[in-house]
């Protein structure tokens, strides 16, 4: 059990990390589909999209600030901290939305199975958006954001 502690005490950040950011891709996918199936793929991958960035931004600010670096930023620091965080995701929004645009508006009618699913084509984009963004962003927000003084 020691073991175990001692473990997630030197990976708690990455851990954290992992955790909050899977929720919040999670919460990406899930306002993705539902966007999808209630306005169609071509909404989903456009508006609906940078809605949908824009709701889990602000999930992720809190959780990365709360769980996962544990900022004590108060004051003008905190404006700081969340333009910057602010900033960094719209860098990784507009790259999601170029992936989505790419895969679904210029590969997709090249790829012959997407045809046969589109809106299984396009959750299949949006997921490999996301690895690409996730990481994407851990880095920004380890190196630029919320790195110790």
Partial sequence: MQKLKD????????????????????????????????FGTAFAAGIGNVLDNIICILFAYWTNRTFVFKSTNTGKAILAEFGQFVSCRIATMVMDQVIIWLGISVLGPVVSFSSANPQLWAMGVKLFSQVIVIVSNYVFSKLLIFKKK
């Fill in 7 to 38: 473990f997630i005490k030197k990976y708690y950040e990455g851990l954290a990390y992992l955790f909050f950011g899977g929720l919040a891709t999670l919460l990406n996918l899930v306002v993705f589909a539902a966007f999808q199936a209630a």
